[in-house]
């Protein structure tokens, strides 16, 4: 059976009313001591010995007037002690003193006073750890008036907990140590679930968290490396929400993010695994604040392809979560995107049938649904897609084995896609993809789509550049003279009707000498190599006009100063000779000939 031993002293009077809206307490005072205690159970074979303490209680009839201290608080438990006191003073101001000091083996605790449904068990090592101060200066974060200091080691934790931790917790080893702001940790490892971790970082704000008021914050950073995180324990499958969910369903089917909580997370793993993906080389920062999960830089490899992401979840309203993200990849698969990710079988159901690969860069947000799954009619998207390389096969798509049909083109069994660069947009429940081509044999197919994504209704519009030997037996039906035929045909076909079930109608048809879209791109690129020429010729006319006009400027004046120099000669040679011929004639020289 079980044993109790020990010496009891207890003595308590008093008289009143409790009334904690009006702060009144009864009268009391009393006192509680336990000396040389001793508890054996019938489960457990190992005694909690050595059992003391001292509790008083005294109270004038006030809360300010309360208060309760336990003091030489002591047990031991296999050889390992442990012991401190409470002091709490002026139920008002809550003013506290706590000391803690000793070793604990949880485990044996439990042993002794177990807990239906949860498994708790390890080392608890405690350091002198003192906190003393009072609930207003928690409240109001005034740190410095408080004191808190200590250290505490966790070895060997285990926790479980059947209902809300089933897959259970382990510290293998972490160091803590506190100061009135905030608890630093240490060497953390352990696990969650089989999960690995390791922790380095801090809590900060937490006893207003745990003793202020309930919009206190609780914050930290921290990083944590794993060799393997699996998050899919962590993932809520059971989810029993309607349209307009009931409160108590909505914790079931979406991962609510707390609002009194600002974490920020660095975290690295060498591999996550998320629902059947296994991502690669994990690492990016996570915040947690206000409610929502801000990721910033996290890239990862899975399924061939580099992946590089940033974004918001946000599940302030928890009937209409919102996220909103950018993200990159590079170099995927085309069919394992199809496989692994709902969005595309949502938007491009016909990647099923493609072999090949792609890159992309987007932005997209909206609101998810209760299951996770973006809502399409609020999803907003944009961006590039870059398809590398691809093979379609005409008969595993219908909108092109319906084009070869209505061309009568027989030998064209498969498209190919190469390099073509793409601009993505969805909005008000529409994809509009602009215009990429597609060669098959000597034919090129030029498509442009532009569908619903709530309806599967589709209007595309696509343009087929053919050799006319290719079309010959059709030409007739296609409207065209078989005597007027270029060495190419030209059909533009217009799309209806909806993925399942398309209406191709032939909307244009024109035969011609030029060699479709080869041909195009020629001439495009000609007049492109023309027009940077003429821009070219034209810069360097500009620049020689202008040297010409600063040179012939320079000639226009040197050959005014020449002339002018010339003249001026010529009239005194003019003058000296009318002198000479004067003074010839015995006439005086005039006055302004005398030289100076």
Excluded at 82 to 88: E, L, P, S
Excluded at 270 to 276: H, W
Excluded at 305 to 311: E, N, P, R, V
Excluded at 572 to 586: H, I, Q, R, S, T
Aim: charged share 30%; glycine share 8%.
């Amino acid at each position: 059976g079980n044993t109790i031993e020990g010496i009891l002293d207890l003595a308590a009077g008093g008289k009143g009313i409790l009334d904690l809206e009006k702060n009144n307490f009864p009268k009391i005072n009393g006192h509680l001591n336990l000396s040389n205690g001793y508890m054996r159970t019938a489960d457990f074979d190992l005694p909690l010995e050595d059992i003391n303490f001292n509790s008083t209680y005294n109270s004038d009839g006030t809360t300010k007037g309360t208060e309760v201290n336990l003091s030489h608080i002591k047990f031991t438990l296999d050889k390992n002690t442990f012991g401190g006191k409470v002091d709490i003073q002026d139920f008002e101001a809550f003013n506290y003193e706590v000391d803690v000091n000793g070793k604990i083996d949880l485990g044996q605790i439990f042993s002794i006073f177990p807990i239906e449904g949860t498994t708790l068990n390890g080392i608890i090592d405690v350091n002198s750890f003192v906190t003393r101060g009072n609930l207003k200066a928690i409240e109001n974060e005034d740190y410095q008036t408080l004191v808190t200091s200590g250290k505490a080691n966790i070895s060997n934790l285990n926790y479980i907990d059947n209902e809300y931790l089933p897959n259970g917790l382990k510290i293998t080893s972490s160091k803590f140590s506190f100061t009135p702001e905030k608890i630093m940790i240490n060497d953390y490892s352990g696990y969650v679930g089989k999960s690995d971790i390791k922790i380095e970082g801090y809590v900060d704000n937490y006893m207003g968290y745990l003793f202020g008021s309930s919009d206190t914050i609780l914050g930290g950073t921290m990083t944590m490396n794993s060799k393997k995180f699996d998050v899919n324990p962590f993932l809520i499958t059971d989810s029993t929400a309607t349209e307009e969910p009931a409160p108590s369903d909505i914790e079931k089917s979406v991962a609510l993010i707390p609002k009194d909580i600002h974490f920020t997370m660095d975290a690295t793993m060498d591999e996550l695994v998320y629902d059947d993906l296994n991502l690669t080389n994990f690492n990016g920062k996570l915040e947690v604040v206000d409610g929502t999960v801000k990721m910033e830089g996290i890239k990862f490899k899975t399924l061939g392809a580099q992946f590089l992401t940033s974004g918001v979840y946000d599940t302030k309203d928890a009937l209409h979560p919102l996220y909103d993200f950018k993200l990159k990849i590079v170099e995927m698969p085309i069919k394992e995107a199809y496989t692994y990710f709902n969005i595309v079988k949502e938007l491009a159901p016909v990647a099923k049938n493609i072999d090949g690969f792609f890159s992309t860069e987007i932005n997209m947000s909206g609101e998810l649904l209760q299951d996770y799954m973006p809502d399409m009619e609020t999803l907003s998207l944009s961006g590039d897609l870059d398809i590398l390389e691809a093979l379609v096969k005409v008969t595993d798509i219908k909108m092109l084995s319906g084009i070869s049909e209505k061309s009568k083109m027989k030998n064209l069994n498969q498209y190919q896609i190469d390099d073509e660069h793409m601009n993505l947009i969805v909005k008000d429940g529409m994809l509009w993809v602009s215009e990429f081509k597609m060669k098959g044999n000597d034919s090129y197919l030029t498509s442009q789509i532009n569908s619903s994504i709530t309806d599967e209704k589709i209007n595309h519009h696509m343009k087929l550049d053919a050799p006319s030997a290719e079309l010959k037996s059709n030409v007739s039906s296609l409207g065209l003279d078989p005597n007027k035929l270029g060495d190419r045909i030209n059909l533009d076909f217009d799309i209806t009707g909806t993925r399942s079930n398309p209406k191709i109608k032939l909307a244009n048809a024109r035969s011609g000498g030029v060699k479709g879209l080869v041909k195009d791109k020629v001439e495009d690129t000609k007049d492109e190599i023309e027009n940077r020429a003429n821009e070219e010729i034209e810069k360097i006319k500009q620049e020689t006009q202008a040297k010409v006009n600063e040179e012939a400027d320079r000639i226009k004046k040197e050959a005014e100063e020449r002339a002018e120099a010339e003249a001026e000669k010529v009239k005194d040679e003019a003058k000296d000779k009318v002198g000479d011929v004067l003074k010839d004639n015995g006439l005086n020289i005039p006055s302004w000939r005398k030289k100076k």
